[in-house]
């Protein structure tokens, strides 16, 4: 690079990724050595014999040669019709060129694009981002290509444009969706728009079934598979992965009957905004039966399950990054409406996690300096506030048995009330903190959005 010799070193199970990620940086030919098998399993003596064996070789040849002529691929021009067939056709085609998810995608016509389009009043060929990490621009043209391909309807493209602002925000972070945890966003979405569009917000909220949570939910794979570049096998790198997640709506009536505000207006939003709400999650768990008719009984369960769901999650909170993990617990309608009859806010559910989803200061220590190699050095939380990388709260005495937060603030808990409305059943995520951080959009809507749902919905 710039004329200077250089060499990567890369771990055996990310020479792929390196080789594809470094083309959308800018850097095509960009030279690698590679250091065999992992090095978080080897011994010291290990690791040595395989640099001295196998990588030290290959430095010193990146060093001394030029590198191989970088080819250039060129893709086709936005508008470029690629190839004309039947519907099994194209999907052969979609498939064999790793454009589809693997299941029948709805082939992108220029009538069914320009059906899309018709909802955004934005230039179809306008930025609205650079999308790591292929680097390619996202366009209103792109995303409707790809919302064809999902399944989408044409009335749903001011959310997908939203959603697609959100994944080109620096602060999501939507270069670590490759990650090795395999983590899958959810998308949550707030406003009339819910009703408008048919969202599902109570039985089976988190399931398929319902046109405008499932198409979306595989709308945003799709994008990050065609757009952003993430592909199986080469930099999307999760060692198990999950699949895409249908978008979760939250159910406002009963959120406004009870006097709580939506996740929208937690997300810096006025109540009854349409928005999108972007975080990504490596799993969750359901809190079955929450048993009891008051939030005094309800809400150490809650606790309890909260801090049982995360593990090395809590290095977001101390360690690689500090005070970005924000767990996500969703309430059914009853569970909200029981808590908040016994005169408990949402502010007040939030302190309440912060002040009993706790461990003891031993067992946080250990998950992020012995269980994991997150956090170097093996510090103490005490140590960990001492050179300030840690809120003084970690280290209120040095008791190994003081219960301190899994989190740095009441407020980086996130609260829905979504589900089945007359279940007494909750569900918490674990959040991947800085490597898919919550972000929310508000949705453009057009100018002229009532005359065009009305003859959207009548087609």
């Known amino acids: 690079m710039a004329g200077v010799p250089s060499t990567s070193l890369v771990c055996e199970g990310f020479v792929g990724q390196a080789g594809t990620t470094s083309v959308g940086l800018g850097y095509p030919n960009l030279a690698v050595s590679k250091v065999p098998g992992h090095v978080d399993t080897q011994s010291v003596e290990e690791l040595k014999r395989n640099v001295l064996e196998v990588t030290l070789e290959s430095v010193i040849e990146n060093l001394t040669t030029d590198p191989e002529a970088a080819a250039a691929i060129r893709e086709p021009e936005p508008t470029d019709i690629v190839f004309e067939g039947t519907f099994e056709e194209v999907n052969r085609l979609y498939y064999e060129n790793g454009w589809s998810d693997g299941l029948p995608i709805y082939p992108p016509t220029e009538a069914k694009i320009q059906a899309f389009l018709d909802f955004t009043e934005k230039d179809p060929h306008s930025v609205i981002g650079a999308i790591l990490p292929d680097n390619r621009s996202a366009t209103p043209w792109n995303v409707a290509i790809n919302g064809v391909m999902a399944g989408c309807r044409p009335e749903y493209m001011p959310v997908l444009m939203a959603l697609v602002e959100a994944m080109a925000d620096p602060e999501y972070g939507v270069e670590h969706s490759g990650n090795t945890p395999g983590a899958e966003t959810l998308i949550m979405i707030n406003g009339p728009i819910i009703k408008e569009l048919g969202f599902n ?63 929208s207006a937690d997300m810096g939003f006025a109540a009854g905004d349409n928005t999108v709400t972007i975080s990504r999650y490596t799993g969750g768990d359901v809190i079955l039966s929450v048993f009891g008719d008051s939030a005094e009984k309800m809400l150490p369960y809650l606790a309890d399950r909260v801090v049982k769901q995360n593990s090395w999650q809590i290095s977001f909170t101390l360690g690689i990054a500090t005070g970005t993990l924000r767990p996500l617990v969703l309430l059914s309608p009853i569970l909200a409406e029981t808590i908040a009859k016994s005169g408990v806010s949402k502010a007040d559910v939030r302190q309440y996690l912060y002040d009993h989803a706790r461990w003891p200061a031993w067992q946080f220590e250990q998950y992020i300096g012995e269980y994991t190699n997150l956090v170097p050095g093996r510090r103490t939380l005490q140590d960990m506030v001492n050179l300030g990388k840690a809120p003084p709260q970690f280290a209120e005495s040095d008791d190994p048995n003081r219960m301190v937060p899994i989190v740095c603030s009441p407020d980086d808990f996130m609260i829905v009330v979504t589900g089945d409305p007359m279940r007494t059943n909750a569900y918490t995520f674990s959040h991947n903190g800085m490597l898919g951080y919550p972000v929310a959009k508000k949705i453009p809507l057009p100018s002229d959005w009532d005359v065009k749902l009305r003859a959207a919905k009548a087609y």
């Open 201 to 263: 917000c109570e039985q089976g909220a988190m399931r398929d079934g319902f046109q405008a949570n499932s198409s979306i939910g595989r709308f945003w794979r799709l994008y990050l598979r065609n757009v952003a570049g993430f592909l199986l096998h080469q930099n999307d790198k999760g060692t198990y992965g999950n699949t895409w997640r249908v978008v979760l709506a939250e159910n406002e009536d009963a959120v406004a009957r009870i006097g709580w505000e939506p996740l």
